[in-house]
């Protein structure tokens, strides 16, 4: 009779502390949002919502039943959230948000003057992180988030959930995460540079369908009044030596015999520094790289080499430049340099955050080789003919 008692007494002490987590949702019990598309059409927001199969994350050794790596939904509405809830009527489980890895945008949706709304849509929800990377396109979304990254790796490592995954092979330019965006927009120029994603079809596999990845083909430059335009292929190259952080890219230029080289560049330094004559402001940019070798050319002497990679690397900056004045875009936010150097000078010269530029404003780029590394140890031909 005593251990009745006694369990009675231990199971009523005990359910309390229990029923405090009765009103939590199991994990398998729910659904995640990797990423999310938005469109406008038609005075209409396009809501691409990708959810994740967890189960594909931590795959074992052996053989299982292959399952669908993400299902896409998709709804219409007047505004965005109303579009989300439209998907929720048909999902039979919680949607949890605090995994999202990225939003990716259309032309169009950049377009359309109250994208801002959408940011701060995402900023202001308690689940949200504010560093989701931010993308755009001008590919389907729909086909764009279907793509299965390579070797069928779970879609969490894919270039659009973590970009900096591909760091150490090359940069094209810097991934953007909320944070990053609501700095850009609110600091001079008020602008900042997307990545553009685009569908790629240069792999193949052994299966009977192409396989198709996703590539990163240049930047949208993002207003507070919407999308400005975007720089596309090798017009958008000098970007990769602007960047504040560290980060390598290749250079391919030629040499005396006409013949092209392609190396290693890596930037281990930036900066951009005012110049300020009166009212007239320009600008010098000190790089300091280092260079890596691929593949050595019999006639190609250091020197050479170090030349060519200095003309090529002031060519694609100031490319890039012109290209983003054609389109009145402080593409190096050069204004910003002035601010934080001097904003005194700034205020006399800025409209709406940016100072008049010209293709005279960066008036010397010196860019410094520290070392020419020839990988093993020599510079001459490995094999001689």
């Known amino acids: 009779m005593s251990r009745i008692i006694t369990g009675f007494f231990i199971l009523t002490v005990t359910l309390p502390l229990l029923s405090g987590c009765w009103d939590q949702i199991e994990p ?3 659904y995640y949002v990797n990423g ?8 209409q927001y396009e809501i691409y919502l990708q959810l994740i199969n967890f189960k594909d994350i931590a795959k074992s050794e052996t053989p299982h039943v292959p399952e669908a790596p993400a299902e896409i939904g998709y709804a ?3 505004t965005m ?3 989300i809830y439209e998907l929720y009527h048909s999902i039979d489980q919680e949607v949890f948000w605090g995994h999202m890895n990225y939003l990716i945008f259309t032309e169009e949706a950049l377009k359309h003057e109250e994208v801002i709304s959408v940011f701060d849509a995402f900023l202001r929800f308690r689940e949200t992180r504010y560093q989701m990377n931010v993308h755009f ?3 389907s979304l729909k086909e764009i988030l279907l793509i299965t990254p390579i070797l069928n790796k779970s879609l969490i490592d894919s270039k659009l959930s973590h970009p900096l995954n591909a760091r150490e092979l090359e940069v094209f330019t810097e991934p953007v995460n909320l944070r990053d965006l609501v700095i850009g927009l609110n600091e001079p120029s008020h602008e900042i540079s997307l990545p553009l994603i685009s569908i790629d079809k240069n792999w193949e596999t052994t299966k009977e369908h192409p396989s198709k990845e996703t590539t990163i083909k240049g930047i949208g430059i993002l207003s507070k009044d919407g ?3 975007a720089i596309i292929g090798d017009t958008a190259r000098g970007i990769n030596w602007m960047h504040n952080k560290k980060n390598r890219g290749d250079l391919t230029f030629k040499l005396n015999n006409n013949k092209s080289l392609t190396v290693d560049v890596e930037k281990k330094h930036l900066d951009v520094k005012p110049v300020i004559k009166g009212n007239q402001v320009q600008f010098e940019v000190d790089i300091k790289v280092d260079v890596i070798l691929n593949g050595f050319k019999k006639k190609a002497t250091e020197n050479e080499i170090r030349k060519g990679v200095i003309k090529k690397v002031k060519e694609e900056i100031m490319t890039t430049y012109k290209t983003g004045l054609q389109l009145d875009i402080d593409i190096y936010r050069l204004s910003e340099h002035l601010y934080r150097n001097n904003v005194k000078v700034w205020k006399t010269l800025e409209t709406n955050g940016k100072i008049p530029l010209t293709e005279e404003s960066i008036r010397k780029i010196n860019v410094e080789i520290d070392k020419i590394k020839s990988g093993r140890k020599t510079f001459t031909e490995t094999i001689n003919k």
């Open 81 to 83: 959230e109303e579009a």
């Open 76 to 78: 219409t509405g007047e």
């Open 28 to 30: 398998q019990r729910m």
């Open 227 to 229: 999308l400005k335009g």
């Open 137 to 139: 396109t001008q590919d």
């Open 36 to 43: 999310v598309g938005v469109d406008f059409k038609d005075n």
